[in-house]
């Protein structure tokens, strides 16, 4: 008797949707992806939405200009200390383990902004519990979420959003995009016009390339044929839960479905790759 074809369990989209991609429940940002067909169009938004959104006076605090904190702050609820007037015990901030006391009692969800950072604008807006480590340039807008550790050295160039518990790493730079929950781009990395999705990771050095040696927009391909992203520069999106090996590149227009792993030392080439896949050299 001749078997019923088994379905893919994981089959490409002929829609590459948000729904495809992450899993919007506990997404601060998750009106950024309503009324998309595709999954990049939240990034046809994000300026718009930042715009829009709210951010505190931070002008008394932030040095003008550009010019590098002089000394450690932390941000509590409406207060603002000195580093000099708190215990900082510098955990892991992700896992909730930065830690900050004042004559002994604990400051629940404080924030600690280092000595050196520099501030350009003042449209920036700071979760809870997050760390900002020496030597970081953010410009505005940004938006962090809470818990997320913003390392030594990095460049955030606006329009960046970050979601909660995530990692931007050590001179890793970051150029309007939007990290989901628990997205992480520890070293040495560049994202530019991207999406990472929930629990997403990039290894070191990964590369995720906006622009195309043409002119034009970023063509999407797909089983059903190439679609015009709308966008002159644009990276990658990159499901959830999905890996990148150290020094990987993704080509503009490469979209990862969810779980899949881009192995070390490979360029993804551009177009819709299916969830689980492990895309090889």
């Known amino acids: 008797m001749e078997q019923p074809p088994q379905k893919n369990p994981h089959p490409i989209p002929t829609m590459p949707t948000c729904a495809s991609f992450f899993d919007l429940s506990d997404s601060t940002f998750a009106k950024l992806f309503l009324d998309t067909d595709h999954v990049w169009q939240g990034l ?3 300026k718009s939405y930042m715009n829009k959104a709210s951010y505190p006076d931070f002008s008394k605090i932030f040095p003008k200009n550009g010019e590098p904190l002089a000394k450690t702050i932390v941000l509590h609820e409406a207060d603002v200390y000195s580093g000099d007037e708190v215990d900082i015990e510098f955990g892991d901030a992700p896992k909730g383990m930065l830690k900050v006391s004042k004559e002994g009692k604990a400051l629940e969800g404080a924030s600690v902004i280092m000595a050196g950072v520099s501030f350009m604008g003042n449209r920036i807006k700071i979760g809870k519990g997050v760390l900002i480590e020496p030597g970081a340039m953010i410009s505005s807008p940004t938006i962090i979420d809470d818990q997320t550790v913003i390392r030594q050295g990095a460049y955030i160039r606006g329009y960046c959003l970050f979601g909660k518990r995530c990692v931007v790493g ?62 002159r520069k644009f990276g990658a999106v990159l499901g959830d839960n999905v890996q990148t090996g150290c020094n990987s590149v993704t080509s503009p227009g490469t979209l990862i479905g969810p779980r899949s792993m881009l192995l070390p030392n490979t360029t993804a080439p551009s177009g819709l790759h299916r969830a689980s896949t492990i895309i090889r050299g």
Do not use: M, W
């Open 170 to 231: 050590h001179v890793t730079e970051v150029k309007h995009s939007i990290f989901l929950n628990d997205a992480k781009a520890g070293h040495f990395a560049y994202l530019g016009d991207s999406i990472l999705g929930n629990n997403a990771n990039l290894g070191a050095g990964t590369k995720l390339a906006n622009l195309r040696f043409t002119s034009g927009n970023v063509q999407v391909k797909t089983p059903d044929g190439s679609l015009d992203s709308g966008l």
């Open 44 to 46: 046809h938004h994000l």
